[in-house]
């Protein structure tokens, strides 16, 4: 079986792919440990926003199972609409997340025996495979914008149901850490 090359454009993005990949995660790690209120600022709470970040997860699944289901159908522009309304979702997450837990402290999660195993189960790989999801969802892109198909559906089959984990948990993680908020 041949190897398909990545094309010129697929290799002009690389750099960016690489650079976000590992600037991101460090820039969330880095705002997380920050807290803006504990710094002295008079900021609110964003108490508000754990809900709204749980839903757009939820949208962010269900955006990923309609663009795979657009495209098994040959509905390639309503594919890419969602696919990059996935993306948008995703990165209004981000923000939110990142936003909450600069105004916030740390909620601990409450829950005993067996739940609690399985909570910091669901939580620890969600973490994890949001990281890995990444760069998975860069090179994905970037195969589709330099139309590179054949590339775009070999790495697609390992991005999506990564990316559909990480949403889903997201909502998992929200539901079962709820009860706890103050």
């Known amino acids: 079986m041949s190897r398909i090359q990545a094309t010129e454009e697929e290799k002009k993005y690389k750099k960016w792919i690489i650079i976000l990949s590992i600037?991101?995660?460090?820039?969330?790690?880095?705002?997380?440990g920050v807290n803006l209120r504990r710094l002295g600022y008079d900021v609110e709470p964003l108490r508000f926003l754990p809900p709204i970040y749980a839903t757009i997860n939820g949208i962010t699944a269900i955006l990923l199972m309609v663009?795979?289901?657009?495209?098994?159908?040959?509905?390639?522009?309503?594919?890419?609409?969602l696919m990059k309304t996935a993306i948008g979702c995703s990165v209004l997450f981000l923000v939110m997340y990142v936003a909450y837990h600069m105004t916030s402290d740390a909620t601990a999660f409450g829950g005993e025996g067996i739940v609690r195993y399985i909570y910091y189960f669901i939580l620890v790989t969600h973490i994890l495979l949001s990281i890995g999801i990444i760069p998975l969802v860069l090179i994905t892109y970037v195969r589709a914008i330099a139309k590179s198909f054949s590339r775009h559906r070999q790495i697609a089959r390992i991005t999506f149901p990564i990316w559909l984990y990480v949403a889903i948990t997201g909502v998992i993680v929200y539901l079962m850490i709820s009860p706890y908020y103050t």
């Open 67 to 81: 663009a795979v289901w657009a495209i098994k159908n040959g509905r390639r522009k309503l594919h890419e609409v």
């Open 23 to 32: 600037l991101i995660p460090l820039v969330v790690v880095a705002l997380f």
